[in-house]
């Protein structure tokens, strides 16, 4: 179970060249990247201060939580990279004890029914035609969640990462965290 206690925020300086959207896929994806090689992956979370579900924004700022002893590495910054430039950090400092606690999990949406019908092509040697009738266009669902644009390490297939922030709670849930910093059961500071 990782320790909550203390927080860092990454925090997108403005850049005329480049959309804070761009910028921040770039610094998650070197996060994803040095939490899936870390060995203590699962001690460090995230959060998005400025997550906003009606502007379908996860805003400017990357917030890692964690211990004080397990964020020093990450404050240190070796892993950002060449996005050092493009963001400011600030901790680790302690949450605050007024934080309230709010579940942050990844959501999948089956958006596209052309790749599900492929895909079901592939698995079941199925004509186009078959899988049309399987899957007709009317399954496609959108969503309006906040998501970041995420560039898959193994396929490079791009997709989109659904985050879904859930109701505050006044006590945390333990869990633990993945190498995406998200929990299926876990909650994190909120402030």
Request: charged share 20%.
């Amino acid at each position: 179970m990782a320790t909550l206690s203390h927080y860092i925020d990454l925090r997108l300086r403005p850049d005329p060249e480049t959309t804070p959207v761009h910028l921040l896929a770039a610094l998650y994806t070197r996060l994803h990247r040095a939490l899936a090689a870390a060995q203590d992956a699962p001690g460090i979370a995230v959060g998005f201060p400025g997550y906003d579900g009606s502007r379908r924004s996860v805003g400017d700022c990357l917030r890692l939580y964690g211990s004080e002893a397990a964020l020093q590495p990450w404050a240190a910054g070796a892993w950002l990279g060449n996005v050092r430039d493009h963001v400011s950090t600030t901790g680790p400092l302690p949450v605050p004890a007024h934080a309230a606690h709010r579940a942050l999990r990844r959501t999948q949406v089956k958006s596209s029914p052309e790749r599900l019908r492929r895909r079901l092509m592939k698995r079941h040697q199925l004509s186009e035609e078959e899988a049309r009738q399987r899957i007709p266009d009317s399954v496609g669902r959108m969503s309006d969640l906040p998501y970041i644009q995420m560039a898959s390490t193994s396929t490079a297939q791009q997709f989109k990462l659904f985050l879904a922030l859930g109701p505050a709670q006044p006590q945390p849930s333990p869990g633990d965290f993945n190498a995406y910093g998200l929990s299926t059961t876990a909650t994190v500071p909120w402030f």
